[in-house]
């Protein structure tokens, strides 16, 4: 069985949970500390980070970016990269803004120094950081809305891996309780069709020791 | 003709620089001086970062990862992004690692505090970050030296993205004057090839206000 080595919280193997899914590809998940710096992790992955994707054949794939470039040309058929040149440009641009600028500017400022900081005993919050997560996510929803309102996806008229890459990192901030989602009509119209896909089951099933989801957080009906 | 909006010592756009002329692509360079955030250049790439793409047709690519993927896709029979399956895995797992660890644990804290900081008024370099630096340039050289002495070319058989990736940050650093090519011989000599190909020349050529690189810079048999 094709494995993915996760944490449930991290975007970025929620990104991949939601491409497999979509794709129709079984898996099964399997948790890795990632701060336990595990030899046999590290040798599958010497970056060190999730996800990890291994497939049944043994061939490891580490990193979501070539996860997902690799799952769009080995299950060729349900491609979510976009199909014309023009498309597979706005689809990688949008990854790579939410996957390298808002992960930067939003996620590990909220996600990073609220939740991860605790798990991985690195100290307290730093509060300047958590003010400028805040000030970042309502321009970065802002933007999200402006996408979200002139087209029918967030690339396009397609739904593509950057819907899954900015839901992605929706999801984890919603379940640390992080989104104000009157902030954008246009955004929580998007997330909701989003979340009522069956691809989005596993994710808004997720529970982790410590911290309680929102009770919007699986609600379909937020 | 084709423009590539650029800063030159940027291993972001020195790797499109790289990609174009092992291509054969021909391309005027425009610099973009991004900490000036100009609304037009902002309208092409919202993320405001070097290097961005404009072809002749007025397709405008922004994200070096994006051209990448792009000039593989539109001008495909000089593929430099593997032809197998694992070939690619491998490819993009390193253009990631140099472009995602590497970046932020040497090229950020080299040539982001000791150049970068000063160029964009940014204030005075930070020590820590500066011996940070240094302490990961060893341990990547090292990690480097062990792909140039087992593999022909860094992703294995074939020159790849992945070499000028690696070369690209490698390249800005020494033109800094932070790189001790002592460090391993294996890294000198893939290097020594790398700047040896015409694709190189531009690079090499490079000459930017306020900074004289060293004078091996240029040398091909430094």
Redesign the interface.
Known sequence: MRVLHHLPLSPYARKVRLVLAEKRLPYELRVEKTWERRTEYLEMN??GTVPTLVEDNG?I???S??IC??LD??YADSSLMGRT??E??EV??LI??FD??FAAEVTSNLYGEKYLRRLTGRGIPDPAAIRTGYTALRYHLE?LGWLAETRKWLAGHALSVADFAAAAHLSTLDFIGEVDWTISPAVKDWYARMKSRPSFRGILADRVPGTTPPAHYADLDF
Do not use: H, N, Q
């Open positions: 010497p970056a061939l794939i580490p990193d970016a070539v470039e690799y040309e080995a040149i023009a597979r440009i990688r641009r790579a803004w390298g600028k933007y």
